[in-house]
C-alpha cells in the first residue's frame, strides 16, 4: 500500500546530527500544540506538547518552541537516531472550538535519517 | 492496558459491501474521534462523539455512519462501500479539550 509519507516534505539528516521540524499554524486563537511522530504503517504517536503560555518546553530529546508571533512550532530532535525516522505533524487546539475537543492536523514532514 | 484497540487491522470489501469498524478504549476517555488518512492529505476528521450517546459530523463523513453506544466503544459504519474509501482509518480518543489524542493502531481498508 501508499506509505503516508509520499508527497510530503523531507528533511534529511545524518545519525548523530540535530534535527529541526517546522510547523506554520493557522489559528492565533490557539492555545495547545502537540506534535505527534507516525512511524510507517503504525498510528500517530503523542511526542510532546505545549500550552500557549510558554515558547519553550523540553522533554527526553526533543524541545519544542512556540513562536505565537508569527504563528510557528518547531521541534528538535538532538542527536537524531535511526530509530527517529518517521512522519512528523504538528497539531493545534483552536480555542474557537467551544467544549469541543477538536484538534487540527498538520500534513506532516518526512524524516530521514541517514547512518 | 491496552489504549486504543481497532479491529480489524486490514481488510478487503468488495463496491456495494457493508463492515463496521470497530475502536475500543480502556482510559475512560469522554471524546472519541474517527480519521481517514490518505497520503499527502493528512488526517481528516470523519465523524467524533463528546461522550456516551452522542455523535457528531467532522470534515468528512459522507458515506459514514457512527454509533457510540458505550463509552468505551466507537463504531464507524460503511453502508455501501465505494472504492473512495479505501483508506487507512484510525480511531482516538482524549480526554479532555485540553489534551492530545491517543490513537490506535489504524485500519487498513480497501474497497474494489
Known amino acids: 500500500g501508499e506509505s503516508v509519507g509520499l508527497h510530503l516534505p523531507t528533511l534529511s539528516v545524518q545519525e548523530g546530527d540535530n534535527s529541526i521540524i517546522n510547523c506554520a499554524y493557522s489559528n492565533s486563537a490557539s492555545d495547545y500544540f502537540i506534535w505527534y511522530k507516525q512511524e510507517s504503517g503504525k498510528g500517530p504517536q503523542f511526542i510532546i506538547d505545549i500550552r500557549s503560555n510558554m515558547d519553550k518546553r523540553q522533554g527526553q530529546r526533543v524541545t519544542v518552541l512556540l513562536n505565537k508571533t508569527v504563528k510557528h512550532l518547531s521541534l528538535q530532535i538532538a542527536a537524531t537516531q535511526p530509530g527517529d525516522s518517521a512522519v512528523y505533524f504538528c497539531a493545534e487546539n483552536p480555542t474557537y472550538g467551544g467544549a469541543t475537543n477538536k484538534l487540527i492536523f498538520g500534513t506532516g514532514t518526512l524524516l530521514a535519517v541517514q547512518p | 492496558n491496552a489504549g486504543v484497540t481497532q479491529t480489524p487491522k486490514f481488510r478487503v470489501l468488495k463496491t456495494g459491501q457493508s463492515m463496521t469498524l470497530l475502536c475500543a478504549q480502556d482510559m475512560n476517555h469522554e471524546y472519541m474521534y474517527w480519521y481517514r488518512q490518505d497520503p499527502g492529505m493528512g488526517l481528516r476528521l470523519i465523524h467524533y462523539?463528546?461522550?456516551?450517546?452522542?455523535?457528531a459530523k467532522g470534515e468528512v463523513p459522507d458515506g459514514y455512519n457512527v454509533s457510540r453506544l458505550k463509552k468505551q466503544n466507537f463504531l464507524l459504519g460503511l453502508e455501501s462501500a465505494a472504492p473512495s474509501q479505501t483508506s487507512v482509518y484510525f480511531c482516538?480518543?482524549?480526554?479532555?479539550?485540553?489534551?492530545?489524542?491517543?490513537f490506535g493502531s489504524g485500519t487498513r481498508l480497501t474497497v474494489v
Open positions: 462523539s463528546v461522550g456516551e450517546g452522542t455523535t
Open positions: 482516538a480518543s482524549s480526554w479532555d479539550r485540553a489534551y492530545g489524542y491517543t
